[in-house]
């Protein structure tokens, strides 16, 4: 798609300037200011730059305008006195919201959505990512026409530069809702097929009962770094958010010795759209078929405690809430002495403070992620000879008995027991 390859800056020399908007409301996550600041890097990452800031206190947004029409005026007189391109407002906006805020601005309007969709689509690399990225590009779109009626379509909201034939009668809108329709179809059917050959890949780690590490967290945590450190590779690390968009998984092997998987996912941000989330979901099943969950978090950001959540969150949405959890509050070396006593555990996880650049830190991560998968409950079946009683025993204690039969040869049990009972038992384990 043509368009797609184009950024939304890309053609301009110079960097242009926008000036963001938000609205405060009474409760949110983090405070409009760090929201903005985010969103500030957000834009910077996109390639463009913040001009100015306008928040406004309001209960909600302005369901037709997004911000209140006294706020509309002060945007208008900043945008002349800066030159500003446009205005990027941090939340999602409906169609409406978008149509109407831009007419009373006589400007472009972005909303927080479209820009990530951007950022998305400069950074794709790979064709799984470049597939998904289309497709939430294409639903946006689709939700747009829909609510814009013919209008939008007028004004050049078409989608594949008009290069398919109109049907007889056909209006524009009907033309490219049924273009896009037809996109966002071969496009699923595509990611469907790349699925099932990461599909294969997996059962075939299944098989060899390889345990798998997926490193997850909030854009710009670290994850990649981590990724790189623990298995010597040389993934992208950068400071700019959403460097990473595609799962790669590779090899490395525990202090004890033994194998595991590592795999690097795209992060997690704030006000994340659903669609999004959901164009993602084939990449993030990764996470759900892991083993443990690497959770990379910047201890140095202020906002961490709603990174924190936002990542949690994501991983219940993914089916991954139950999976053991390994925190790392990374970037200590960041630390201010004040800012260290600040650290927010959550209940039941495990948490080790580290920085990717300190290599002593790297080989406590390893042997942690060890005694984890040490910890491990496995379901495995043994025949244990009579001589051999006091391993029954063992396993009694230590486990839950799942079935238990006396047959000739010694005593059949199907139990569950963290790893290291396995171990023990291991010359008696039945297939
Ligand atoms: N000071 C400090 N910087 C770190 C540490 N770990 C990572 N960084 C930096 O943080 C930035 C982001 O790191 P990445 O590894 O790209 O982060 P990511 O979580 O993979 O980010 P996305 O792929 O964008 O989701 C880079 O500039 C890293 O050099 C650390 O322990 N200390
Ligand atoms: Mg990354």
Redo the contacts with the bound molecule.
Sequence with gaps: MEEKKKGLYETQEEMEKYILAAVEEDGGEIDAEQSLDELSDLLWTAGGEEAGRVIQKRESPHPKTYLGSGKIQEVKAMLEMCGASGVITDDELSPAQLRNLSEALGTKVIDRTLLILDIFSQRASTKEGQTQVELAQLNYRLTRLAGLGTELSRQGGSVGGGNHSRGAGETKLELDRRYIRQRIDVLKRQLKELESQREVARSRRVKNQIPVIA?V????????????RLTNSG???????????ETTTRKATLPSGREVLFS?T??FIHKLPHHLVDAFRATLEEVRYADILLH?V?A?DEKASMEMKVTMDAMEDLGAGDKPVLQLM?????LQEMQRVVIFPQKGYQQLK?????EEDWHRVLSALDHILDEREVEYSVCIPYTEGRFVSLLRQNGKVLEEEYREEGTYLRVRTSKQYQNMVKAYLQS
């Design positions: 490193l967290g909030y854009t710009n945590a670290g994850k990649s770094t981590w990724f790189n993934v992208l690390e950068e400071d700019k958010l959403f460097a990473t968009l690097d795209v992060g990379v910047d140095s990374n970037k200590q070396d960041q580290v920085s990717a650049f300190r």
